[in-house]
């Protein structure tokens, strides 16, 4: 890797059939495109769709277009069969793991979704295919780990029951790759960033949607909140800096 590498993250799009779902993803995918050059790939982590009918799926398809590298995960709203017949070309239950080194920089996304279920959990299966990834790649290779639920307690007190559990075997797994640059999830719909097994974890605004804190208001929804990004940059000291933009639509 030579220079600052980016990576532009959304997460939870909800496609849902609606005109104002829609417009929010295509603003911030004109927003990234826009600036392609400048950026080395795009993830997406999850909640593509609100309720993982096929349908959702036919218009996710037919809006997320991008010059850029593009890898997905899927989260609690997705449907794992639908999701990789329209994404995948690939019908059946194969977990929504994808693993690409772009520029020298490895990018690891994990399925944490469990089919039915709003909590997340990676199961051994896949946690193991992580280390495989983590293992094979040239040593000192910086990397980030994408999944859509996250592994620790956010102040959100609906969504801290339903985040990802199981956490402590990832944490295992961290110590033993010193080259984990950070951990990057969404499902909160609430720019974030704390840590996690001593690692930066950021967390991507809700493109859908944003959720209220306990003190800014009753309702579940924060109402107005426009649709935003997280750009990750990575310089050449494997430090990893994050910026959010909100993008109006
Ligand atoms: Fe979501
Ligand atoms: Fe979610």
Not at 48 to 54: F, P, S
């Amino acid at each position: 890797m030579s220079g600052v590498f980016v990576v532009a993250h959304i997460s939870d799009l909800h496609f849902d059939g609606s005109e104002y779902h829609r417009s929010r993803v295509e603003a911030v995918l004109r927003y990234i495109n826009a600036r392609a050059d400048g950026i080395d790939a795009l993830l997406i982590t999850g909640d593509l769709v609100d309720r993982g009918t096929a349908a959702e799926y036919d218009d996710a398809f037919g809006t997320i277009h991008s010059p850029l590298p593009t890898l997905i995960t899927i989260g609690n709203h997705d449907d794992r069969e639908h999701y990789n017949d329209r994404f995948r070309q690939d019908p059946g239950r194969a977990h929504a793991n994808s693993a690409l080194t772009v520029n020298g920089v490895q990018l690891l996304l994990v399925d944490s979704s469990i089919p039915g279920r709003a909590p997340g959990y990676i199961d051994d299966a896949d946690l193991d295919w992580l280390e495989a990834q983590l293992h094979d790649a040239e040593p000192g290779t910086p990397a980030l780990i994408a999944f859509h639920h996250p592994p620790v307690d956010v102040h959100m007190p609906y969504m801290d029951t339903i985040r990802q559990t199981g956490e402590e075997r990832l944490a295992e797994l961290v110590d033993r790759y010193p080259n984990i640059v950070a951990f990057l999830c969404g499902h909160i719909h609430s720019a974030a960033v704390t840590t996690f097994a001593g690692r930066p974890l950021c967390i991507a605004p809700g493109v859908a949607s944003t959720l209220n804190l306990p003190f800014e208001g009753s309702g579940v929804l924060n109402e107005g909140q426009p649709p935003g990004i997280a750009f990750h940059l990575i310089g050449d000291d494997n430090r990893i800096v994050t910026h959010f933009r909100a993008v109006i639509n």
